[in-house]
């Protein structure tokens, strides 16, 4: 079985290539952005940390509780 292979021609689409990121700030806006949301990223990190110590704390409350319950019973 041969294969043959196609010769690719102006009509046909060409896959766009990937734009990647820059690591380097290209000017004053997109530094000062950056800058903002990595503010907002450590401020919702904070927040999340906050808020995953009070889901613990209350589910131990409710776990010492059912045991009080259990065992005054």
């Given amino acids: 079985m041969r294969v043959h292979k196609v010769a690719r021609t102006a ?43 009070l889901v613990v704390g209350m589910v131990a409350t409710l776990v010492a509780e059912v045991w009080r319950a259990f065992l005054k019973g």
């Avoid at 689409?13 to 380097?24: C, E, G, I, L």
């Avoid at 000062?32 to 990223?41: F, K, M």
């Fill in 11 to 53: 009509a046909e689409p060409t896959r766009p290539r990937r734009r990647t990121v820059a690591t380097q700030p290209l000017s004053a806006y997109e530094l000062v952005t950056r800058r903002a949301v990595e503010d907002l990223e450590r401020e919702l990190g904070r927040i999340d940390a906050k808020v995953n110590a």
